[in-house]
């Protein structure tokens, strides 16, 4: 990976590629339902929160 990275950028090259493989070290596979869940429960409370914003106003 690190050839790669010198040729398609010379002077960070060797840098790059530490990121990179330290990034994929912390990568961490989660199962589609909870990575779904996570955003699903986001858009449900935002949704709350607008509609007693807009009970408020009225």
């Not at 330290?22 to 199962?31: F, H, K, N, P, R």
Request: proline share 3%.
């Amino acid at each position: 990976m690190a050839k790669i990275e010198t040729q398609r950028v010379p002077r960070m090259g060797l840098r790059l590629a530490a990121l990179l493989t330290a990034l994929d070290a912390q990568t961490e596979v989660v199962s589609s339902f909870i990575a779904s869940d996570t955003p699903l429960n986001l858009a449900h409370s935002s949704g709350d929160r607008l509609t007693q914003r807009e009970q408020i106003a009225e």
